[in-house]
């Protein structure tokens, strides 16, 4: 099994930044690619960003290129999402996933681990 713990959220101004951590343990050599989701209150799961342990391959939801930027640490297994210019419809629930096979997925579902996820509000 693989274990994902998310920290970093919290509440900020519209405008500001935050960066969230995502910490993989078990058996995380299983796992190809790691992404950010984020879940809006009374709405559905959307990607966000994702990269790839191995290369470092990355892509990332249009409504956030330009003012996220993910990263990742291999020795520390660790996966970051720098949140900059952040904007009011920004605010969700963050989840970190990773998956078997080696791309990133937009798709909830084509995910296998999943962490509790970090609360993040922006004020406007």
């Known amino acids: 099994q693989v274990q994902l713990v998310e920290s970093g959220g919290g509440l900020v101004q519209a405008g500001g930044s935050l960066r969230l951590s995502c910490v993989a343990s078990?058996?995380?050599?299983?796992?190809?690619?790691i992404s950010w989701f984020r879940q809006a209150s009374g709405k559905e799961r959307e990607f966000v960003s994702g990269i790839r342990w191995s290369g470092g391959s990355t892509n990332y939801a249009e409504s956030v290129k330009g003012r996220f930027t993910i990263s990742k640490d291999n020795a520390r297994k660790t996966v970051f999402l720098q949140m900059n210019s952040l904007k009011a419809e920004d605010t969700a629930v963050y989840y970190c996933?990773?998956?078997?096979?080696?791309?990133?997925?937009?798709?909830?579902?084509?995910?296998?681990?999943w962490g509790q996820g970090t609360q993040v509000t922006v004020s406007s």
């Open positions: 078990g058996r995380t050599f299983i796992t190809n690619a």
């Open positions: 996933a990773a998956r078997r096979d080696f791309a990133t997925d937009l798709r909830v579902d084509s995910y296998d681990y």
